[in-house]
């Protein structure tokens, strides 16, 4: 069979000033980019050249990934958050397979381009650049009721571990608190710890952050995130969201966001980092009595004279309309 030479993406430019190109372009609209024809549907597939060029441009997005789980059929997909025509959704990353091994308590987390997802039953890699999965090896100490968080390039799972124990009565099999962590570059374990300091947390399954290389637990109901060196996180009591900046010290109220969150009166919202000075909120409500439905509201954040925080709601739209479909995990990632 005849082989065609492989014509240029635009033909009247050289490929390596087409890639310089694109690598400017916002990731979020490489969806519609890769539309125009099978050669930029390629390049950003799975071109390390280009990725390779907005590192060296200095050009990184925060994404936010999500893995939600159909309720009918047990099976888990990855989902981008993009921004089409000034409106959010979730769509789905269809060159990822579903996963019918992960389970709801599965957890997640970002090491510069990749997620790190552990489940009871597997572990894995995914490349947020070329959306390709990559197994990594087993705990060698099952936990369970897990938190992950990254520390640099070190994955640390905090959790329960069956081991032996010291009672009154001698040894025997027991849980205890437990840190696994696990080497992204090496891509290897380090011996499990078990930390007697942590067993006077009974649940460490809540939600949890890191902050100035240190690893924070919420151990009461809700999510946290990080945005610029401050947590934020919902508050109950409050009723709006809430920020603790680690140079204060203490809790403060986010300014210009309780009329929003008067309007939305929804039991949980689930904050995550979504670039510099602004975060996204997902939250449940029921339409008309019947529909169930995620939104997601870009809050923009706000510093100003005095030391206080405003927030400031740019945009809020429906992202998962499909009653079957629930959040597992949602996560930030750069690329």
Request: glycine residues 6%; aromatic residues 10%.
């Amino acid at each position: 069979m005849e082989q065609f030479p492989e014509l240029p993406l635009i033909p009247s430019l050289p490929d390596d000033l087409t890639i310089d190109i694109v690598a400017r372009v916002p990731i979020s609209h490489y969806p519609t980019l890769s539309l125009v024809s099978k050669s930029f549907r390629k390049l950003i597939a799975a071109s390390p050249k280009l990725y390779k060029r907005r590192s060296q441009l200095g050009i990184t997005q925060h994404r936010v990934y999500a893995i939600l789980r159909n309720s009918k059929a047990h099976e888990f997909s990855f989902y981008i958050l993009h921004n089409l025509n000034g409106y959010n959704r979730l769509d789905r990353v269809r060159s990822l397979p579903l996963i019918s091994s992960f389970a709801l308590n599965t957890c997640c987390v970002s090491v510069g381009s990749k997620l790190y997802v552990f489940s009871e039953n597997s572990a894995l890699s995914v490349d947020c650049t070329s959306h390709k999965l990559q197994s990594i090896p087993d705990i060698p100490d099952p936990i369970s009721h897990r938190q992950v968080n990254a520390i640099g390039k070190k994955v640390h799972l905090l959790g329960d571990t069956f081991c032996d124990v010291v009672t009154e009565k001698g040894w025997s099999k027991g849980f205890r608190k437990a840190v696994a962590v696990f080497d992204t570059e090496t891509q290897s374990w380090e011996p499990t710890l078990v930390n007697e300091d942590l067993n006077e947390f009974r649940e460490i399954h809540c939600d949890s952050c890191v902050m100035e290389d240190k690893i924070f637990l919420k151990v009461m109901g809700g999510y946290v995130c990080v945005v610029d060196g401050v947590l934020y996180a919902y508050g109950h009591i409050e009723k709006t969201l809430v920020a603790f900046d680690p140079k204060q010290g203490y809790w403060s109220v986010v300014n210009g966001l309780k009329e929003f969150f008067a309007l939305e009166t929804s039991w949980w919202y689930n904050a995550v980092n979504y670039g510099p000075n602004k975060l996204a909120l997902f939250f449940p409500k029921t339409l008309n009595n019947e529909n169930d439905v995620t939104f997601c509201a870009e809050v923009a954040l706000e510093r100003r004279q005095g030391g206080e925080i405003w927030g400031e709601v740019q945009c809020c739209d429906i992202v998962i309309s499909d009653e079957l479909l629930q959040t597992v995990k949602l996560v930030a990632v750069t690329v």
